[in-house]
């Protein structure tokens, strides 16, 4: 595929026309993308576990950094049962299948977040594996209010940064990452632009379609990305949606694994919209714009200690969970809490249950289901989704 | 044991009475006014915390003990009710359900916390589980961030620095709390106790090398290495591991060990199911295993590769000690224990006990036996339960696959070499 049928969004004419390229392009095991820009470049690509992983450096390097996210539901787990055992989510097993299957044969280097204890593992198979690849293991601070940690993680990133530099031949210039993080800041603000038309206005701007738009994130240069959602923005604008009686729910325990598609679109047909979430997290993690021309680095550090939005998979410090959810349900108008978590999820699965208490304090109704990669079956979810819409609409 | 052994029995007597008063310690520190630290297992540094006075609480020994206790079903279950769902550690769902049930356990009532330290050493649940207890106790907490070690011979200065600042971050919290001041003396005296405790828990572990082993390096070592886990750097770890050493001195001049006949010598990798500790013994047992070298004893430190605590380096070497606990190592490093090992020990063969609960220590150990199976070539047993929920234990199953695997283990030893094929 060449960059000109790749940019399919500047021919399209219609707001549905790209979510449906999206939807086919986004979710493909085989990488169109990925293999497209390598093509074209020459260059390499970097795959790094979801939630934290600075992919601003592995854009700096040169490289595209690619999210991978499993097989979408796609791959009969097959080899990689025989290296991680059937307890553990979706994402680590589906992951190491792509690799064990050869579908990432375009990869030149993973990026391992030290996000839990599955993914810490998943390292060690990974390097066993596949012994000849460039595999770093990033760990992430999480005493995040101690000097030391600033001091610890910036390190970190130095060696990341070296590591990639020698991946690709060349240094990374402070010039290279600044420019780099401007792109990226460009991202997370069209990304939150749509998330506020969202919460504006959810009948406008589906969540499964926001949804799709952003996991494009993951497979194409954000500088691409960017023009995406720019093209994406003005047609979706300009599009007319029926008005239907919904409440508006947030979200949560999606951080890391992906849900499959169709639970979005039946939550929808539910009643619920979903007007905050935390899917493809990994792609916008920081609060605010980074301001990244003196030293780019530390901005980075900084960012990812003090700026970082909260999930399961990072301690909050003096911050709070409960308290930053909370403050998002009362700024959105929230009327619900859904939590949906990945089977096997510890982090999110431990979490949901404090944040549940917090939420039933502050009379926040609340639905909770776990799901599955290849999950198929979607009617208890619906059913419970059904009735708490219903709950909420006639009873509050 | 018959009048003409002097010192048998001594090192699973004297753990428990140990043990027993500990437990006591712990339950009067309210009334004496002493403060308590909940810490972690996995690369704790409780000396640090004796020498500001802190009587230290092991979450996870609470949790093995009800487990051994047969009390640990219920405990879950009340989690479960609270909402934990079924698919999270345990230990953690044995915790929440005993702290609310009053905190009143076999081994007594246990305290609250002053100051919970999570020393986040190569398992992620610990800061979840630690979080829930702030919550629930409302308790200071402090989070000792330990990077994980990966591959490479030695640790990283960069990670050891790192963690000898937060240790002196650490030492201002514990001071804040107990009012004393950090006494570099004191926390020398307990690692030279430390050290010495090592040196002879070591001369235990290493006796496994004999043949027959005197000693069972999974299903003995977890008694013997409760002292140097929650009671290191005291005179009474050391006095301990003396007499135990008397234990073990002796049997390897009679000649008598853990099995009547050893039959097959293994090493074992992943940790006990707690709740059915003995029929789990009893079914390798009955096959003459020995247990020559274990992983999980190592899930508090590595000792038996020359490492020590050392009275002269105090801050670096708790830190290069927090750093180098089982689970936080990378899984080449683990392998290459496993395979250390297995050659050391004249093993026959690898047995992998995987417990769902334990993430940190079960993902990737089929890699593990793919490896030893096919790239090694020593026999490899995987079986599946869990260290904490009694659910999870299926005998009629576990049984079936021991068996099978012994009976061919003895099978391919009595076959006859195949004759070299033809040319």
């Known amino acids: 595929m060449g960059s000109g049928s790749h940019r399919f969004w500047e021919q399209a004419r219609r707001w549905e026309e790209v979510i449906a390229h999206c939807r086919e392009v986004a979710f493909d095991t085989g990488f169109p993308t990925v293999r497209a820009w390598k093509q074209e470049t020459g260059g390499k690509a970097v795959g790094s576990f979801p939630v934290y992983t600075p992919q601003e450096l592995i854009a700096a390097s040169g490289s595209l950094p690619v999210t991978l996210y499993g097989g979408h539901g796609q791959l009969e787990i097959d080899h990689a049962d025989s290296r991680i055992q059937s307890f553990v989510c979706s994402i680590a097993r589906s992951t190491l299948e792509l690799g064990l299957a050869k579908y990432l044969d375009w990869l030149d280097g993973f990026v391992v977040p030290s996000i839990c204890d599955v993914a810490r593992n998943l390292s060690g198979v990974w390097r066993h594996n596949f012994a000849n690849g460039f595999l770093f293991y990033l760990h992430l601070p999480q005493n995040v209010d101690s000097p030391a940690a600033k001091t610890y993680y910036r390190g970190e990133l130095e060696r990341l940064r070296a590591g990639l530099a020698e991946l690709t031949g060349r240094a990374i210039a402070d010039a290279s990452l600044s420019s780099a993080i401007q792109t990226f800041n460009r991202n997370r603000t069209l990304l939150e632009e749509f998330r506020a038309r969202r919460a504006a206005n959810p009948e406008q701007w589906p969540s499964s379609h926001v949804y799709v738009l952003a996991a494009m994130g993951n497979v194409l240069p954000r500088e691409e990305h960017n023009a995406l959602l720019e093209r994406a923005l003005e047609l979706g604008e300009a599009q007319r949606r029926p008005k239907r009686d919904a409440v508006r729910v947030v979200l949560r325990g999606a951080f890391c694994e992906q849900p499959p598609l169709e639970l979005l679109d039946v939550l929808e047909d539910a009643g619920c919209a979903v007007v905050d979430d935390d899917f493809h997290i990994g792609g916008r993690f920081f609060l605010a714009p980074l301001e990244g021309n003196s030293d780019p680095l530390d901005a980075l550090a900084e960012a990812y200690l003090h700026q970082t939005v909260l999930t399961p998979v990072n301690n909050p410090g003096r911050r709070s969970r409960s308290a930053d959810l909370l403050t998002r349900c009362k700024e959105q108008a929230i009327q619900g809490v859904v939590f949906a978590s990945p089977k096997f999820c510890e982090p999110a699965l431990y979490d949901s249950v404090l944040l549940r208490k917090a939420l039933e304090h502050a009379g926040l109704p609340v639905l909770e289901f776990e799901y599955e990669e290849k999950m198929t079956v979607f009617e208890s979810v619906r059913m419970q989704a059904e009735t708490f819409v219903e709950s909420i609409l006639f009873f509050s | ?423």
């Open chain 2, 1 to 423: 044991m018959a009048s003409s052994y002097q010192f048998q029995g001594l090192g699973r007597d004297k753990q428990k009475d140990l043990l027993g008063a500990w437990y006591k310690r712990l339950e009067d520190a309210p009334k004496t006014g002493t403060p308590v630290a909940y810490l972690f297992i996995s690369g704790n540094i409780c000396e640090l915390l004796r020498s500001f006075g802190f009587e230290v609480l092991f979450p996870e020994v609470n949790a093995l003990q009800c487990g051994i206790k047969k009390t640990a079903g219920d405990f879950i279950l009340k989690a479960e009710d609270l909402g934990y769902s079924s698919d999270v550690c345990g230990y953690v769902k044995n915790d929440i359900g005993l702290a609310s049930s009053g905190n009143r356990g076999p081994f007594g009532t246990l305290p609250k916390p002053d100051l919970l330290v999570c020393n986040y050493a190569g398992c992620n649940t610990y800061i979840k589980w630690f979080e829930a207890l702030a919550e629930l106790y409302g308790a200071r907490f402090f989070l000792l961030d330990v990077p994980y070690r990966r591959t490479g011979e030695k640790e990283r200065p960069e990670d050891l620095q790192y963690v000898m600042r937060q240790l002196e971050e650490l030492a201002q919290v514990c001071a804040e709390i107990s009012g004393q001041r950090l006494d570099l003396d004191k926390v020398r005296e307990q690692l030279e106790y430390a050290r010495q405790a090592e040196e002879l828990w070591v001369k235990i572990l290493h006796s496994a090398k004999h043949k027959p082993s005197p000693f069972d390096a999974f299903f003995e070592a977890v008694f013997f290495m409760a002292p140097i886990y929650v009671l290191r750097g005291t005179k009474e770890c050391v006095d301990y591991y003396e007499a135990a050493c008397k234990e073990i001195e002796e049997r390897l001049q009679h000649k008598i060990g853990p099995v009547s006949e050893e039959r097959f010598r293994v090493v074992m990798e992943g940790p006990p199911p707690w709740p059915n500790f003995r029929n789990f013994w009893e079914l390798f047992k009955r096959w003459g295993v020995c247990c020559v070298a274990s992983t999980y004893s190592k899930v508090g430190g590595i000792w038996d590769f020359g490492r020590r605590h050392d009275p002269a380096r105090p801050m670096e070497s708790l830190a290069e000690y927090a750093v180098n606990c089982y689970t936080n190592w990378d899984w080449s490093l683990r392998r290459q224990m496993m395979e250390r090992y297995a050659q050391e020990y004249s093993a026959d063969a690898l047995v992998i006990h995987s417990v769902k609960s334990c993430r940190a220590f079960s993902v990737g150990q089929a890699d593990v036996r793919e490896h030893f199976s096919k790239v090694k070539g020593l026999p490899t047993l995987f079986v599946e339960s869990d260290l904490a929920d009694p659910r999870y234990f299926s005998e009629a199953q576990l049984r079936n696959r021991i068996d099978a695997f012994f009976e061919a283990l003895e099978h391919r030893r009595m076959a006859p070499a195949r004759p070299a094929p033809e040319a």
